[in-house]
C-alpha cells in the first residue's frame, strides 16, 4: 500500500513494526522513519495499517506514537480492521491534539493490497473524507464514504459475516460434491450461472477442491474480524449463528496450526468433520 | 414450462396435476389430457416437472401413469427435485417397460422458469442427454451433462446447499447493518465489488431490507431440497452444520406460516431472533 502510495506521486515516509519488511520501498523514493514519531514530523496524511484495536491505540498514542509527533491539522486515515468504539475513541482523543481522523477499512487480501485494487470503506466527516480521498484511491480501486467515524468498520464487519455464509456454503457444497463423485470443476461451472453465483464459488471452490490455501486472506485475520463483528453484534442485539459457527471452525483451526491459510481453509473443518482425508 | 416447448416448435400434450391451471396454454396450441397416461400416448419425449420424489412416483407408476400409456423407446426427462436414489430406482423401473430416462433438475425459480432461463443439470446415458437436450434448451439457458442418472439430482442438492450458506450469510450481514443504522442500499453496493459479491447480495439483499419476500423460490420448496441433500450427506458422510441449520430455520418459518415465502425469507428468521420488528 505505500509503494502504490509512492508510485501514485506521493511523498512517503514509512514505518514498520519489523524493520526490513519492505525493501523494495527504497527504490521507489520512499524514506524509512524509526519511530511513528518521526515518520509523521511532516506529514499532512498518516495512513496506519496494522492488525486490531490495540495495536492501532500503540501506533497513535504509544511513546513514540502519532500525537508525539504530528502537527495540529494532520489528517490521520486508518485502514486496520478494529471495533467501531475503537475508532470512536481515538477520534475522540486524537481531536484533542488538533488531528482529524477517517476510519478506512480495506477489503481484498493481499492481492488487492499489491494491485491497488483493494474496495475501502470510509467513516468520517465529508471533508476529512475527501482530504483522503487521493490517498486512498492510490491503494483502492472502489472508495465509498459509508457514514460518520465507525461506519467504515461497521461495513467491513458486515463483510466478514457476508463473507462467513459464502465460504461455509460453498465449502459445504464442494464437500458434498466430492463425496458424491462429481467432476467438482464441471459442477462449478455448471452452477456458477445460476442463483449459487459467487466471488467465492468462482475463485475459491477449487483450492477447496485440491485442499491447498494459499494466501488470499489468512483464517487467523478473518477469525479476529468475525470476533469484532460478533462483539458489534452484541452490543447491538443482532443474533448471527452461522457466524459464530465459522468463528468456532476457524479456531479449530487455528489450534491446529492453519491460522495462516487462506480463509478458504474453513472448506479444511468441513471436509475434516466429513472424515476426507488431511 | 410447457408453453416455452411450444413456442420452440414443439408439438405439446400436457397433463397438471390441479386441472385449468393454465389457461394460456390453448393460446399456443398445447392440447390437454385427462390422464398422464393419455398424454404421453403418442410422445417420443415426455417431460415430468412435479415437487419430490414421491410425486414422480405417482406419475410415473399410478393408476393412469406413463408406463400406463407410453410406447416403448419413450424418454422419460424428469425434471423435478428429488433423490438421486428416486433417479436410481425410477429409471430402473422404467427401462423393464423399454422406456429410457434422464434426471434434469431446474435452478432458476419461477422467472427462470417462465422466461425460459433456467439452468439445468442433466444426468444419464450420453445419447439419452443427447435426446433431451433440444426440449431441455427450449426450457432453460444452461444445459450441462454432469454424470449417470442420479448425478443431475446430486448437482441440485449442492446448489441448494451452497445457497443455504449464501442466503444465511447475506441476512445476517443485512440484520448486523440495519441493527448498526448503516445506509444499507449503498453498503451493499459498496460490497457488490469485493470478495461478498454475489447473485444472492445483488437480487435478494433488497427484499430482505424491506422485509418483503416475493417470488422467487419458496422458503417450503428450498427445504423440502435441503431435506433431500441432507439424507443425500448423512448417506455419503458428509456434514453440512450451515445447511441443517438453514432447514431448521425454514421449518420454523413453515410453521409461522411464510413456507410460501420467497426463501430470502431467512432473512425474516435472522430477524426475529435479533428482536428485529416483523
Not at 237 to 261: C, K, N, R, T
Request: glycine content about 12%.
Amino acid at each position: 500500500m505505500a509503494a502504490n502510495l509512492a508510485r501514485a506521486g506521493f511523498s512517503v515516509t514509512a514505518w514498520n513494526r519489523t524493520p526490513g519488511r519492505a525493501p523494495e520501498l527504497a527504490d521507489l523514493g520512499v524514506s524509512m522513519a524509526a519511530t511513528p514519531a518521526e515518520a509523521v514530523a511532516s506529514a499532512d496524511i498518516v495512513v496506519v495499517c496494522v492488525s486490531d484495536t490495540p495495536d492501532v491505540e500503540d501506533v497513535l498514542f504509544g511513546p513514540d506514537g502519532v500525537v508525539n509527533g504530528a502537527r495540529a491539522g494532520t489528517l490521520v486515515v486508518d485502514c486496520s480492521t478494529i471495533a467501531p468504539s475503537g475508532s470512536w475513541d481515538f477520534a475522540a482523543r486524537l481531536r484533542e491534539h488538533g488531528i482529524a481522523m477517517v476510519d478506512a477499512p480495506v477489503s481484498g487480501g493481499s492481492e488487492g493490497a499489491r494491485n491497488a485494487t483493494l474496495t475501502i470503506f470510509v467513516g468520517g466527516e465529508p471533508e476529512d473524507v475527501e482530504r483522503a480521498r487521493p490517498a486512498l484511491s492510490a491503494m483502492g480501486r472502489t472508495v465509498t464514504h459509508v457514514g460518520p467515524i465507525g461506519a467504515g468498520q461497521a461495513v467491513k464487519a458486515v463483510n466478514q459475516v457476508i463473507l462467513a455464509g459464502a465460504y461455509l456454503g460453498v465449502a459445504e457444497g464442494i464437500v458434498l460434491a466430492i463425496k458424491a463423485g462429481l467432476d467438482v470443476e464441471q459442477v462449478v461451472g455448471a452452477l456458477g450461472g445460476g442463483a449459487a453465483q459467487s466471488w467465492v464459488l468462482t475463485n475459491r471452490s477449487g483450492r477447496m477442491l485440491d485442499n491447498d490455501y494459499p494466501l488470499g486472506f489468512k483464517v487467523a485475520l478473518h477469525h479476529k474480524d468475525l470476533g469484532i463483528a460478533l462483539d458489534l453484534a452484541a452490543r447491538l442485539g443482532a443474533v448471527l449463528p452461522v457466524s459464530a459457527l465459522a468463528a468456532q471452525l476457524e479456531s479449530g483451526l487455528m489450534a491446529q496450526g492453519h491460522g495462516d491459510d487462506d480463509m478458504s481453509a474453513l472448506a479444511r473443518a468441513i471436509r475434516g468433520l466429513s472424515g476426507l482425508e488431511d
